[in-house]
């Protein structure tokens, strides 16, 4: 009878140790610290030529615009543009073609409201910053 008694006591004692390593999982998963995907959240907007607005916005540990503008590809953001001595120089956003030669029209880059003045190789990105990328016709 003791052997059958004790063969008892080691199975519940399994179970419950069991038992006790899936609720430590199970509070762990719920209540460990969730990593963030950047320590900044930048926001673009896309003003097309018919004017219409597209928003986009991340969290990122970006230094540049342009590491912003390709994690924004996930999000469908597309762009491309030509390498320069001057970094990227964008000539499409979304499909849409800015080709100076052509038609005069260009992309021209805004930060918080204010005229970006570097490249997007170059233009540092802050935590809170709004760009905008404005397709504009030269006067």
């Not at 900044?40 to 030529?49: F, I, L, M």
């Not at 970006?62 to 912003?68: H, R, T």
């Amino acid at each position: 009878m003791k052997t059958q008694s004790n063969n008892s006591h080691k199975k519940l004692a399994v179970l419950l140790l069991v038992l006790a390593v899936v609720v430590l999982g199970a509070v762990y998963l719920l209540f460990s610290a969730r990593s963030q995907s950047g320590s900044k959240e930048v926001s673009v907007t896309v003003v097309d030529d018919q004017g219409e607005e597209t928003s986009y916005s991340c969290r990122t540990d970006a230094q540049y615009l342009e590491e912003v503008l390709t994690e924004l590809e996930e999000e469908g953001l597309t762009f491309s543009g030509t390498e320069s001595s001057y970094g990227l120089m964008i000539d499409t956003v979304n499909g849409l073609r800015a080709d100076y030669n052509e038609d005069g029209a260009y992309w021209y880059f805004y930060v918080n409201g204010e005229d970006c003045m570097y490249g997007v190789s170059s233009q540092p990105v802050q935590d809170g910053d709004a760009f905008e990328i404005v397709y504009t016709l030269a006067e």
